[in-house]
């Protein structure tokens, strides 16, 4: 079982900045692959970025060059840098975690006004 809490989401004007952080409640070495994903109003979930326990990472291509994912190991934490943001990056952000089994955070909303 692996608990994923999610913080950091919050309302930012467009252009600004926001760093996610998600804590595991285990060692993410143990974990195969962490993540964010993301789900706007009347849209599906999407992928965002991914990390995998050897430190290779994954991005959608919109998120390209404005997102970085990256971890910290010794917190057992992945975090999600998003600048330069858009009204179009309002959603709710889902931590992942995929063991044998995927795990999802409760989300963490992240409002961008224009």
């Known amino acids: 079982q692996v608990q994923l809490v999610e913080s950091g989401g919050g309302l930012v004007q467009a252009g600004g900045s926001l760093r996610l952080s998600c804590a595991a409640s285990?060692?993410?070495?143990?974990?195969?692959?962490m993540g964010w994903y993301r789900q706007a109003p009347g849209k599906q979930r999407e992928l965002v970025a991914t990390?995998?326990?050897?430190?290779?990472?994954t991005y959608a291509d919109s998120m390209k060059g404005r997102f970085t994912i990256s971890r910290d190991i010794a917190k057992n934490t992945v975090y999600l840098q998003m600048n330069s943001l858009k009204p179009e990056d309002t959603a709710v952000y889902y931590c992942?975690?995929?063991?044998?089994?995927?795990?999802w955070g409760q989300g963490t909303q992240v409002t961008v006004s224009t």
């Open positions: 990390i995998t326990s050897g430190g290779s990472t």
């Open positions: 992942y975690a995929r063991k044998a089994y995927q795990y």
């Open positions: 285990v060692s993410i070495f143990s974990i195969v692959t």
